[in-house]
C-alpha cells in the first residue's frame, strides 16, 4: 500500500527552502553594488594624511584575532583606532612599531587604507573585495535551497512509492554532494580577481562533491545490505535475569509510551519503563507468537527508531491473535530476546 507523508514533510523544506533561495538571491543582488562601489574606490582620489604609530594590539575573540593599528594623526594630534586586514610579513601592520610614520588614506570620509614604506595594507573599512562576502554566502546557500525545495517534491511525488527499507540512499547521497559544494562554493569566493574566476572555481568543486556523495552512498549501501542479513542472529536463552533496551510496537495491552526496556530470564519477557526491571512491568503474553526478524523499514516502523537503534537496529515481528506486534532493539540484543520468547523446545 502507498505511504502517504505526513505534511510537514512536504510543508517544511518548501518554506525552509524558499527562504533559503531567498536569502540566496539578495546576495548575489548585492555583489553588483559592492563592485561597483570597490570600482568607485579604485578609481577615487583619496586625501592622504600623515600619521604615527602609537601601539599594535591584537584582539582575541573565540578562536579569530582582531588587528587593531593605533595611529595619531600628525598636525591634528586626533588618534585613530584602525582595525587592519590580511596578516603576513608583506603587511603594514606586522611590519610597523610604535613611532613609525604612516599615510593614512580618507576617502569618503573614513580611512580605507594605511602606507608605510611603500607597501599599502587596507583597512576593515576599505570596500576593496567587500562583494566576495555575500557572493560566497548566495553560493553556499544556492545547493542547501534548491536540495530543500527537491526534498519537499521527492516526499510528494516519490516517498509513497519509494522502496521499502532502512534508508533512502538517494535523497541522501544528493545531500551530501550538495552540501560539499555548497561549503566549497563559499570558500571559493576567496579566489580569482572577479565573478567569473570565482565562479570557475566552484563549478570545479561539482565533480569532487558528486563523487563524494556517489562514495557516501556505496559505504551506506554497504553498510545496511550488511545490517539487513539477521542470518546470523540465533535465539539464545538468558542465563539470568537482564534488561535490554527494547521498543513493543502494536495495539497491545503492553505496548506502552516510555517502556523502553524488555526484562528477560525473570519470567516472561516483561515491558517496562525501570532500569533495574523490578516495576512497572508489563508481561508479554506466552501466546505471543515469533513470525521473522527483519531490520527496519523506512516510513512503515515507527519514526524514532532509526534514531534510537542506528543502523543495527532489528524488529522482530511476532503475532498476538489478530494483532501485529513489532518489537524493536539492538542487534546484539536480538538473540537473547528471541530465546525468551521462543519455548525451549523451539531454542
Known sequence: MPRTPRAWQTTLPVVLGLI????????????????AEERAYDTARVTSVPATVEARVDEHRYRSVRHWLHVTERGSDTERRLRMDGTGSEAVYESVRPGDRVTLAYWRGEVRAVTFDGRTQQTHASPRGDWRMPLGIGLGLL???????????????????APRGRHSLGPAALWVAGVVEGTFAFFASAAGDGVTDVLLVAACGIPPSAALGALSMWLVWRRLRKADDTSDIVPAV?????????????????????????V???????ATPDPAGRVARAALPEALAVERVRGWRLGEDPDDWPGMYKFNGIVIECRDGD???LIATRRRDAPLILGALLSPAAV
Open 264 to 270: 528477560l530470564g525473570d519470567g516472561p519477557p516483561a
Open 238 to 262: 538468558p542465563a539470568a535475569r537482564v534488561t535490554v533496551r527494547a521498543t513493543v510496537h502494536g495495539d497491545v495491552p503492553y505496548s506502552r509510551p516510555g517502556y523502553g526496556l524488555l
Open 20 to 35: 533559503v533561495l531567498l536569502v540566496s538571491v539578495w546576495m548575489f543582488v548585492i555583489v553588483p553594488v559592492r563592485q
Open 143 to 161: 545547493p542547501a535551497g534548491l536540495l530543500l525545495v527537491w526534498t519537499a517534491w521527492w516526499y510528494r511525488h516519490r516517498f509513497p512509492a
Open 323 to 325: 494483532q501485529e506486534v
